[in-house]
């Protein structure tokens, strides 16, 4: 075993004390003895093998350098003082702090496992959310509309149902077209998206072998939505010169509620877009401003009902 040195650093360097050590490895030579003021014991990987050495440090600094430098992965000595006292020495890299596969599984299942439930409840909370705005819909519906599936809003002292009887019979032509509307959207094909907007897309739609434009608001902006369809259903509000009312409705798409509003499909586009793409002669001009001026006016006059 190794002896501790009776002398202090000092008196070692001091004194020249020497010993005799075992001596094994390629620094050798012929002889397994070697003299010097400390005997060590070392192990190193080199190119994955274990190298084992034993042998002496002859100056004093390079020992105590060498044998105060703390083992790594890869490398380690073991040093003493004494007769031989490194015969019996093995040096040992030091343990590596692995994990166990118990800890392993619960590093990684843990995590799994918590995101899997976030997502569950993420889920059902969106499910509750869609199903609260459904039942509302369904319940607003039931205030606003005597016909099923018919959106119908009140306008001064007629209501929407009212309007829909009288014009079925009259034949005056005042009245909307007696149309449900909420199965309007299952006949509509979306084409192509031509415009967007604050509170939406617009669309180009196919129904019934024509061109439609489908306004689609998100059910966060129901209330742009209803506002619109409650002023197209203005009595007597169709006009040459004012965006011609279909039908308005809501759908389900990628499980999320949409809100339409139909119109009559016009290929030039918006007056914006127009505007962008043509140059107005002056008589084009006033032609352009006389039918606003005259949508306008028809918007904003009194409306006199037919007897």
């Known amino acids: 075993f190794p002896q501790l040195s009776p002398f202090t650093d000092d008196e070692l360097k001091l004194n020249m004390v020497h010993y005799e050590c075992v001596c094994e490895g390629m620094s050798c030579g012929n002889g397994d003895r070697c003299q010097g003021q ?27 350098m060498t044998c105060k430098t703390p083992p790594s992965p890869d490398q380690a000595v073991e040093c003493c003082q004494g007769y031989l006292c490194n015969m019996n020495i093995t040096a040992q890299l030091p343990s590596s702090k692995g994990y166990s596969v118990e800890t392993l599984i619960i590093v990684i299942l843990a995590p799994v496992i918590v995101l899997i439930v976030f997502s569950a409840v993420a889920v059902l909370i969106i499910r509750r959310i869609q199903k609260n705005h459904m039942e509302r819909l369904n319940s ?26 009288h014009s079925c019979t009259s034949g005056s032509g005042s009245g909307l077209p007696f149309l449900v509307q909420r199965t309007v959207a299952r006949q509509i094909t979306l084409v192509e998206c031509v415009g967007k907007g604050r509170y939406g897309e617009v669309w180009r739609g196919q129904w019934q072998g024509e061109n439609v434009a489908v306004k689609i608001f998100s059910s966060r902006d129901e209330k742009s939505w209803f506002r619109e369809t409650e002023l197209y259903n203005t009595v007597l509000l169709r006009h040459e010169n004012i965006l011609g009312f279909i039908a308005s409705d809501m759908t389900s798409r990628n499980s999320s509620t949409q809100l339409w509003l139909i ?8 007056l914006y877009d127009y505007l962008q793409l043509t140059t107005l002669d002056t008589v084009s001009c006033l032609r352009i401003v006389l039918s606003i001026a005259s949508g306008l006016a028809h918007l904003h006059i009194e409306i006199f009902g037919t007897q």
Do not use: P, W
Not at 140 to 165: F, M, P
Not at 263 to 270: C, D, I, L, N, V
């Open 38 to 64: 400390q005997c060590f014991a070392s192990l190193s990987i080199n190119d994955g093998a274990k190298v084992y050495q034993k042998g002496c440090f002859q100056v004093y600094e390079q020992g105590k």
């Open 140 to 165: 607003r519906d039931a205030e606003y509309g005597t016909i099923e599936g018919l959106i119908a809003s009140n306008v001064g002292d007629s209501t929407l149902a009212d309007l829909l009887d």
């Open 263 to 270: 119109t009559h499909y016009h290929e030039m586009g918006s």
